[in-house]
């Protein structure tokens, strides 16, 4: 068992962010969940052991998950981390008699990436009409890319309620 504090921001104001939910996954089963206070930061007793994977991860409403992933042959005391968190891009929403496409524009204007799936994929709830639906498209470019590869994080959710972790490369 060992302390760790975690602060999260924001990538691009570096303002701290308040309520973010902070996760640790060790070997890929979620063990602690927690919200960060004002000042963007907690403490969390993470229970971990020589060997294993550890995963921190946050999130927030408006921002795409952050993972970091961390593996060590020496058992820490202390461990203070930032984590910063990329903002989610609101984008426009066509759609047409048989397709959804989602665009959105980048910062620098040269091209403008986009999503295009069958419209009988939307499932909307009861009582709720396509009007009710806001559409984000975030390109995270730089800032999610290891050894040139987007390295992008799913939690996985079964049928007994465990959290899990995994990794697409």
């Known amino acids: 068992m060992f302390t760790l504090k975690v602060q999260v921001n924001d990538i691009i104001s570096h ?3 308040h309520q973010a939910v902070v ?3 060790v070997n890929y089963t979620k063990t602690n969940s927690t919200l960060t206070g004002k000042n ?3 403490l969390i007793q993470v229970p971990y052991q020589l060997g294993l994977s550890l995963t921190i991860a946050s999130y927030k409403d408006g921002y795409m998950l952050t993972p970091l992933p961390w593996k ?3 058992m820490p005391i202390y461990s203070s981390v930032t984590l910063s968190l ?3 891009s ?8 048989d397709t959804v496409l989602i665009t959105g524009k980048l910062s620098d204007a040269k091209s403008q990436p986009s999503v295009q799936f069958p419209k009988y994929l939307i499932k909307l709830p009861v009582n709720h009409h396509i009007t009710n639906v806001t559409a ?6 730089q800032f999610l890319k290891v050894d040139h590869f987007l390295y992008t994080t799913g939690i996985l959710l ?3 309620g465990i959290k899990s972790l995994m990794y697409i490369v």
């Open 136 to 141: 984000y498209l975030t390109v995270p470019q």
């Open 23 to 25: 996760e640790v996954f």
């Open 90 to 97: 609101q984008a426009n929403i066509w759609l047409f008699d």
């Open 15 to 17: 303002q701290y962010l």
């Open 72 to 74: 060590t042959g020496r």
């Open 40 to 42: 963007g930061a907690v």
């Open 86 to 88: 990329f903002p989610q």
């Open 158 to 160: 079964n049928k007994s």
